[in-house]
């Protein structure tokens, strides 16, 4: 007999979960704008609604479902990183797909490119990519430099 982990496979610690109105269409989107995998997909008795689903982005995997108010399941958003090569591709990708920009694509003082979007579902992408390692010593004078930037 195996034995069973106690993180199923594929998983991560913390799998971030949202539910959305119109979970199948939200799944599309993802698909559409962000190159999302889809993983499972359980409809509810009606055949209408999703009660679970995950979904892939790289190797993290999300959980989504339609919103079930008579069940206590409101729309809940989330706000998530997601690190890839190409980032700037991925933002133009999402924005076409009707993503709206929250913070546009820009390099960061600790190494990042990053920008923010907010899809059509409330959720909030930060879509980055590791440009250049730097030591805590150089991370620190760019965020002071930064900061002594933004008071002038």
């Not at 962000?34 to 993290?60: C, F, N, T, Y």
Request: with cysteine; proline share 5%; net charge negative.
């Amino acid at each position: 007999m195996s034995q069973v982990k106690a993180i199923p496979e594929g998983l991560h610690t913390i799998t971030p979960q949202f539910s959305v109105d119109g979970c199948a269409k939200a799944m599309e989107w993802y698909k559409k704008a962000l190159g999302a995998e889809e993983v499972s997909r359980a409809p509810d008795p009606s055949g209408q609604k999703i009660w679970h689903a995950s979904m892939r982005i790289g190797d993290s995997t999300f959980f989504l479902n339609d919103t079930f108010p008579e069940m206590g399941a409101t729309p809940q958003t989330a706000s998530l990183w997601v690190y890839t090569d190409n980032v700037d591709q991925l933002f133009k990708r999402a924005t076409d797909a009707g993503a709206k920009t929250v913070m546009p694509m820009m390099d960061q003082f600790w190494g990042d490119r990053t920008g923010t979007l907010l899809d059509p579902f409330g959720n909030r992408w930060t879509l980055g990519q590791h440009m250049k390692n730097l030591t805590d010593a150089e991370i620190k004078s760019a965020a002071d430099a930064f900061i002594a930037s933004m008071k002038k």
